[in-house]
């Protein structure tokens, strides 16, 4: 008896993470760049971590400082949620002008996914063993990959928006 | 009449309605697959009503026949979501191994879900009939499971138009699912013949959903006044 019912539940699991998806997707069709900036989380700046923020890639810290600047889990979770948003951006900006770069687009992807999974790395380690080598070392991963894809995104935004380059800055 | 027949002849009013309005806003352009499946569900719903009075052997061979088309292309339609969403998000690359990679992933989730269990007293047709709807059950959930998590991690947008046929057939696949697992526990034969109306039920659900959202014009241009001034 107890089979049937998982299985019921684990179908009712399904299709609420589709129907979840559905309204995601609807709601990311429909929203604009004053919408995407609002969503950048501002209560943790990678600005703590390099001086060039939003300009060059790297960090001026070590993995022990930036673990203590990025106030632990709190600033992981700020990059990866700000992360997603800035591939919705460079997809908002790619979808409304003809000359954003192919391969930059294609970086920033690939940027993106990789500072999430660092991240959920990062976090699982950390849920087990606090804070360890090994999750100050995929923190410290993960903020510099984050400090490259603001500069590349940055870049991409001078290049095809520069009027909104300033808003940018100041929500990040 | 019956409550199959009854069924059967409002599928194929609805498709009917689907088609005229694909031609009529020459959505059949974009959606080719798609369009063909509805000439293929209004050739075997017509096919289906001819063979009605058929021996129930020689009937399941034909809905054999049937199901296998109507999965085949079911996951046809799903590579050509996956397409259009590709061409809806220019400048990005398809990435075909991660999307075969979630697959397998999808499939190794779902048919965990699924416990193939064939009743003993059933005739081998009837086992191969079980069989094969559980595994285009399993493949259909789990191609549509890897569309979602390959367009999710890749940060990819939805056209309107995919995101409204996945919405169907996602629903249609999860009702789909849990008859399939209904069956596996239930297995009374014959006795279960509502569990199959309540799957071709969602099937005319998804069908009355589509015919609404595309029987509504919908503005095409997607680019506005602002948001060419603001990106060169």
Known sequence: ?172 | MTLDSAILLIGMGLVVALLAIFVSSRIYRTLPVFFSFQIWCLCTGAAGMAVWRLPPHLYLRFFLVNMTGDDLFLLAILIELGRGILRHNRKTQARSFLAILLFVLAAVLISSLANWIVPAHATPLEKFYLILSQAFTIVRVAALLALVWWSSLRGLRWPNHELQIATGLGFYAVVALAAVIAHTHLSNGAKDHWIDQIQVLSYLGALSYWVLYFAKSEPKSEISVHKREIFC
Request: glycine share 4%; net charge positive.
């Open chain 1, 1 to 172: 008896m107890i089979l049937p019912v998982l299985q019921i539940a684990a179908i009712a699991c399904v299709a609420l993470y589709l129907v979840r998806w559905r309204g995601a997707a609807r709601r990311r069709n429909a929203q604009t760049w004053d919408s995407l900036l609002a969503r950048l989380r501002p209560d943790w700046s990678a600005r703590e971590l390099s001086d060039h923020f939003l300009w060059k890639e790297g960090l001026n810290a070590t993995p022990e400082d930036a673990w203590k600047r990025m106030e632990g889990p709190k600033g992981l979770w700020v990059m990866y949620q700000n992360a997603r948003v800035m591939l919705e951006m460079a997809d908002y900006a790619a979808r409304n002008s003809e000359t954003v770069d192919r391969v930059l687009l294609e970086t920033l992807r690939s940027d993106a996914m990789q500072i999430r999974v660092c991240v959920l790395m990062a976090l699982a380690q950390y849920g087990f063993s606090k804070a360890s080598e090994g999750v100050r070392v995929n923190a410290f991963r993960a903020a510099q990959m984050y400090t490259g894809m603001a500069a590349r995104m940055t870049q991409l935004l001078q290049e095809n928006a520069a009027v909104i380059v300033p808003d940018f800055v100041a929500a990040m």
